[in-house]
């Protein structure tokens, strides 16, 4: 591998509190100096004068689609909107076809993403033998073949025994539990939150009670297992003051925060646009304040974009048919510097911690820093850059986003995975 000298960019690393301008040498992938004025040597020279160099962020909640789902996402093309927005790791759910609950399917990801994937891709394994919420997936083979988190995401665990069961193991194998917290009793046939503009537009709602009983039922069980519980996009304000409340105890709770709950609410959604369908739903006015009011308190560790994809075809039904979720990984530094840094709400060096040590801590990744001897990964950003999203641009095989044509001040310039520049925004 080529060295890379990235010179006299702004270098923001939470991981050291560091702040200032300076150099980054590269060489044969992974950090060998941070400091001013650092010799040449030979190494390829990238000028990020006037750029934010940060470590390189990593998107800890991303649906790839593959095996099995190849016509919404695969990994080498979900690998590449990644790096589009920025991102140099992903982590990938289990809700493929068939399920990564074994080591099987955990290492054809793995090799998968060595293969045809611009960024690194950490599987994360299913709690439940095919998602189904009834026996324990195989934990340990799984991890060994490379899991970093156990989740059945999408289909969340009903029956606590099970779920107490799966924390107790995941525990003595030293992996998080995520949890898309949903009783799925409370939201059954819903479509949108509940609320006053789910009876204007005359769609069921879905209360945010059914996320408010899982987090309750998931925190008391992780204090009883001593487990590491992770409440996956949390969107409701008295989730969010649950979580609070379990971090002062000194519990093993952590929180990620998806870029479109923090950016529009229910209120926002234009009739009927399947666009603005997804899991959670957009919550209320105060939901997304309480969002917003968590990333900065602390109450939320981790930004993730919740990514999931799917085709036209299927999305572009009737609000009441098409499935939930949208895309989000070319758009969520964006948001983010918007919503957050430019808003005033809370710094750059915090805004960068959410999108790296917090989801490495969260997942116990060796990334997220620019640490003498760690990966070379780098994002490099512009907070001043004025661009448009245009989704039809979108790296992703699927197009299914609320925010195509909006216009951002600031985003991603560059992404720098092992010392190489696997991405890099068009003049």
Known sequence: ??????????????????????????????????????????????????????????????????????????????????????????????????????????????????????????????????????????????????????????????????????????????????????????????????????????????????????VARDILLAQTTGARFHVAHISSHRSIDMVRRAKERGLPVTSEATPHHFSISDADIAPYDSNYKMKPPLGSTCDTAAVIDGIVSGAIDAIATDHAPHPGSEKMQEFEKCPFGIIGLETAVGLSLEKLYHSGRISLMRLVELFTTGPARILGLERGSLAQGLPGDMTILNTELSWTYDVNHSFSKSKNSPFHGWKFRGGPVMTIVGGAVVWRRER
Not at 151 to 165: E, I, K, Q, T, Y
């Open 1 to 214: 591998m080529a060295s890379l000298l990235v010179k006299g960019g702004r270098v923001i690393d939470p991981a050291s509190s560091l702040d200032g301008t300076a150099d980054v040498l590269i060489d044969n992938g992974r950090i060998t100096a941070v400091g001013r004025d650092l010799p040449r040597n030979g190494a390829e020279l990238l000028d990020a004068s006037g750029l934010i160099v940060a470590p390189g962020f990593i998107d800890m909640h991303v649906h790839l689609r593959e095996p099995g789902i190849e016509h919404s996402e695969t990994i080498e093309t979900g690998a590449r909107a990644a790096a589009a927005g920025g991102f140099t790791s992903i982590c990938c759910m289990p809700n493929t076809l068939p399920v990564n609950d074994n080591a099987t399917v955990t290492s054809y990801i793995v090799e998968r993403a060595r293969q045809y994937a611009l960024v690194n891709v950490f599987p994360i394994g299913a709690i439940t033998k095919d998602s189904a919420g009834e026996e324990l997936a195989a934990i340990g083979s799984m991890k060994s073949a490379g899991i970093v988190a156990l989740s059945d995401d999408g289909r969340p665990v009903m029956n606590a025994r099970v779920m107490r069961r799966a924390m107790e193991m995941a525990k003595s194998f030293g992996l998080p539990v995520i949890d898309h917290c949903e009783d799925l009793n409370l939201s059954s046939g819903g479509d949108m939150h509940e609320g006053v503009h789910s009876t204007r537009l005359g769609l069921r709602g879905i209360p945010s009670s059914s996320e408010d009983v899982m």
